[in-house]
């Protein structure tokens, strides 16, 4: 709640849950507007965050979709209080040699970008991980509707019985991917919180054990890998 009001949503946690419960009752697929981080988030905000999350999904997961909602930072719009707050803290930005990129109105927008600065520097190395999980998420969900594509406009044409195992497949893929996607971000939110120490080694570590996980998740749903193969270096940690 304290998320809700901090950006003066108008709407309570349990507004948004009787909401979603309609949204289900009436079997319509819903895509959830999620901010995970911006300057104040703290370990405790987002451990009740997860934790609605789970009771999003805990029901008919497979009509909530697009589950990359957990690694969107805070980019404040010009002349809001928020948006005041971090130009006076300084802790969004866009790169000076981007700026000229933008269009006046996408400057307006953006005001100084997403934060890139968090009261608790913990956070910043959370939402690297977050990112690698989002990543991961969207190569494999790519591929997948690839593959679709090619199968339903007849560039592949398997056999009967093979072109269903490839729906039901896909179907089971997709339908679970929300379910698992928040799973993993509390996992990874948890391990953070806990860590001794953050550096690359631990980076290094959590992606691979995300790329493990999300193997495990598309050789269940889908009964093969999603991804080309595995290139992780530390230099690009560092």
């Known amino acids: 709640?304290?998320?809700?009001?901090?950006?003066?949503?108008?709407?309570?946690?349990?507004?948004?849950?009787?909401?979603?419960?309609?949204?289900?009752?009436?079997?319509?697929?819903?895509?959830?507007?999620?901010?995970?981080?911006?300057?104040?988030?703290?370990?405790?905000?987002?451990?009740?965050?997860?934790?609605?999350?789970?009771?999003?999904?805990?029901?008919?997961?497979?009509?909530?979709?697009?589950?990359?909602?957990?690694?969107?930072?805070?980019?404040?719009?010009?002349?809001?209080?928020?948006?005041?707050?971090?130009?006076?803290?300084?802790?969004?930005?866009?790169?000076?040699?981007?700026?000229?990129?933008?269009?006046?109105?996408?400057?307006?927008?953006?005001?100084g970008g997403a934060v890139v600065r968090f009261s608790d520097p913990r956070i910043a190395f959370l939402c690297e991980v977050a990112r690698i999980l989002g990543s991961e998420i969207l190569q494999r969900s790519t591929v997948l509707e690839n593959r679709l594509s090619d199968l339903f406009s007849l560039r592949v044409t398997p056999s009967g019985a093979e072109h269903d195992d490839h729906l039901a497949n896909a179907l089971s893929w997709f339908n679970h991917l929300t379910a698992f996607s928040v799973d993993q971000f509390g996992e990874i939110v948890t391990e953070v919180e806990q860590a001794q120490s953050l550096d690359p080694r631990l980076l290094l570590s959590l992606h691979e054990r995300i790329t493990d996980r999300c193997d495990e998740f598309d050789t269940r749903h889908y009964r093969e890998l999603l991804r080309g193969p595995r290139s992780v270096q530390t230099d690009n940690f560092c």
């Open 1 to 111: 709640q304290a998320v809700l009001d901090r950006y003066r949503k108008g709407t309570t946690v349990e507004q948004n849950h009787e909401a979603i419960a309609i949204l289900k009752k009436l079997e319509i697929r819903l895509r959830m507007g999620f901010i995970s981080f911006d300057y104040h988030t703290s370990f405790s905000e987002l451990r009740r965050n997860v934790a609605h999350l789970r009771r999003v999904v805990s029901e008919n997961a497979q009509l909530v979709t697009q589950p990359i909602f957990f690694q969107n930072m805070m980019s404040p719009l010009e002349d809001t209080p928020l948006g005041r707050e971090y130009e006076a803290r300084g802790v969004s930005g866009v790169p000076w040699n981007a700026r000229s990129l933008l269009s006046e109105q996408q400057r307006r927008l953006v005001r």
